[in-house]
């Protein structure tokens, strides 16, 4: 029997920002020099590609992309 795969995506929820949270306003995630961050690349994703991608896509292929793992390593570890 295979392993119980565990996913990140939300369906039909509503997700808000907690009470104690200390932010005022949202704002971009900011790169570390010239790398960017796993933040960053999540955001860029998200903003350029409304509504295409689900947490799980986005949460892997940001993995993949601060891994560097080609398209031959993406299709293996799906």
Known sequence: MAPKQH???????????????????????KSKGSVKTA?????????????????????FLVYATKNDLTRAAHKNAG
Do not use: G, R
């Not at 933040?39 to 949460?59: N, P, R």
């Open 7 to 29: 996913t990140t995506n939300y369906t039909n929820t509503f997700i808000e920002v907690a009470e104690d949270c200390p932010a005022a306003m949202a704002e971009v995630p």
């Open 39 to 59: 933040a960053l690349l999540q955001y860029e994703m998200i903003a350029k590609h409304l509504y295409k991608f689900t947490s799980d896509d986005v949460l």
